[in-house]
């Protein structure tokens, strides 16, 4: 009873997204979808000397610019399809809008979402009247199922983003801004699975070729890049899940061939730089994003930046306020690294008096943002150490007074495991443990994880180190420290690869040989 998959021409997509399908879907979308404000960034506008403006879709009806495609994509169904109900997996803004949309059409909605998905997700698209399965610990296992029921039921499937109509609902966002201003040199929007960017392309590249469309990733969640970069479309092992909205391993066929033909560039930012553009909306609009929402912004400054631009029109698409509260504690800490407003680094100094005076005076007036110590032994000390900065040149700066003054340092500011976890743990050295194998993990926040991972442990090997703290994602950042003798490379690096978490061995760490080795 499952639907044949047909897998169109470039004609037939080409032809499917045009001018005349997007302003039909426009009209579809009257009185279900806001009009989300198009407002000037006096802030950004400064900041980068281009006429800057945020297309806030963060204020979506349901939170997320996803309601338009799955609206658009159902409202289309035959009377025999609505009959049949649909179907799709998410644990995200796409279950809400599929349900939302369903709600209001008349149709039922089933959606899997993984068994962890928190409850305040699962919640709000039982609110919206979809019958929630939560089946498996991911979304592969969630996926997995959601197409066995579709061909046990029926059901038509609604992809979040591979699929025809779902990307034409996604481009009246493109409708909207043309139509509210006219001079427009660039528009940055967030890609994960691509339905985004391919249907702000089709529009804009029929209507305003001149416009430039920049597709915005996280460096570590980058599918789309590399497909078109590769030209066919490649599987990512492992994604980044901090901007989970984004966090997509392969993007999909229809909008791969419209992302490789019309964008005009693909730009990837890293987490800081993610983590400043939330503070930086908040900031100027009291609006809060999630991290994929801030993703556009974020790659907006550095394509003005890299490329040197001024006195343009910009714009850039903050497609979401899916954010756990308990996530911007992370985003906190994180935001003026991402602003290039503080540096993080170890200085080693001499253990002895004085010391420290000499630190503090090579630093002249620039602010203390952390400093944590532990005397280690009666030779050297090491520092772990915030520091205000006017902006990342200024680290060089920094590094170059210090070693001037006699202070060695490495710069910290870029390494992720001191971040996360060193800096909370400086001061817990040890002389007891001969081959320590240092190993960060993401592990999914879900009950057993961790008593998966002990009981895949081969006996003999001791947990000598374990720093968790809780971020409010779905997926929770671990370092372990393992006892493991050199006899056992091959078998830990089977156990490793045996668990199925993304993981990274961190044992040459810089900041770890310093402050835990």
Not at 289 to 305: D, F, N, S, V
Not at 392 to 397: E, I, R
Not at 448 to 473: E, S
Not at 486 to 511: I, P, W
Request: glycine residues 10%.
């Amino acid at each position: 009873m499952g639907e044949e998959q047909h897998v169109p021409t470039d004609e037939e997509i080409v032809a499917s997204t045009g001018i005349s399908d997007i302003y039909a879907a426009a009209k579809r979308l009257e009185g279900i979808v806001r009009k989300s404000p198009l407002v000037y960034s006096d802030y950004f506008s400064e900041l980068s000397g281009n006429a800057t403006y945020l297309k806030l879709e963060n204020l979506q009806t349901t939170g997320a610019f996803k309601l338009r495609g799955a609206y658009n994509r159902i409202s289309m169904l035959t009377e025999e399809e609505r009959a049949r109900g649909v179907i799709t997996a998410s644990a995200g803004n796409h279950a809400q809008g599929v349900a939302y949309s369903a709600q209001k059409l008349g149709v039922k909605a089933v959606i899997c979402m993984p068994a962890t998905t928190p409850i305040l997700k699962v919640e709000a698209t039982r609110a919206l009247g979809a019958t929630v399965v939560l089946h498996g610990n991911g979304f592969d296992d969630a996926y997995a199922h959601s197409l066995e029921l579709q061909k046990e039921h029926g059901y038509v499937y609604i992809h979040p983003f591979n699929d025809r109509n779902v990307i034409v609902g996604q481009g009246t966002i493109a409708l909207e801004v043309i139509d509210a201003l006219k001079d427009v040199d660039a528009i940055l929007v967030p890609i994960g699975g691509g339905g985004l960017a391919a249907g702000v392309a089709a529009f804009v590249k029929q209507v305003r070729p001149s416009i430039k469309v920049i597709g915005v990733q996280t460096n570590d969640s980058c599918c789309m890049k590399q497909s078109v970069e590769a030209g066919k479309v490649v599987s990512l092992k492992d994604v980044g899940l901090f901007s989970d909205g984004t966090a997509v391993k392969v993007v999909g066929e229809e909008t791969f061939r419209l992302c490789r033909d019309l964008l005009d560039d693909i730009i990837t930012v890293d987490t800081d730089a993610i983590c400043g553009a939330i503070k930086d909306i908040f900031d100027d609009t009291r609006s809060i994003t999630e991290p994929a929402g801030a993703l556009a912004l974020a790659g907006l400054k550095t394509y003005a930046a890299r490329n040197r631009i001024q006195n343009q029109t910009l714009i850039a698409v903050t497609s979401g306020a899916n954010m756990n509260f308990h996530r911007l504690r992370h985003v906190s800490e994180r935001s003026e690294l991402g602003e290039g407003n503080e540096g993080i680094f170890a200085v080693s100094i001499p253990e002895r008096p004085g010391s420290f005076l000499k630190f503090i005076n090579t630093l002249g007036n620039r602010s203390i943002t952390e400093f944590n110590y532990r005397y280690g032994d009666n030779q050297k000390a090491h520092i772990f150490v915030g520091l205000q900065t006017a902006g990342s040149q200024d680290l060089a700066v920094i590094s170059r007074q210090l070693t001037e003054a006699g202070l060695p340092n490495v710069d910290l500011t870029d390494d992720e495991i001191s971040k996360i976890h060193i800096r909370y743990m400086v001061g817990g050295r040890t002389t007891k443990v001969a081959h320590e194998r240092l190993i960060s993990f993401e592990f999914p926040e879900r009950p057993g994880a961790l008593a998966r991972f002990l009981n895949h442990m081969q006996g003999g090997w001791n947990i000598t180190l374990f720093h968790y703290r809780n971020h409010g994602a779905d997926y929770g950042r671990i370092l372990v420290g393992i006892d493991v003798p050199s006899t056992d490379d091959e078998a830990f690096e089977n156990f490793l690869e045996s668990l199925g978490y993304s993981y990274q061995d961190e044992t040459q760490n810089a900041a770890y040989r310093l402050f835990l080795a």
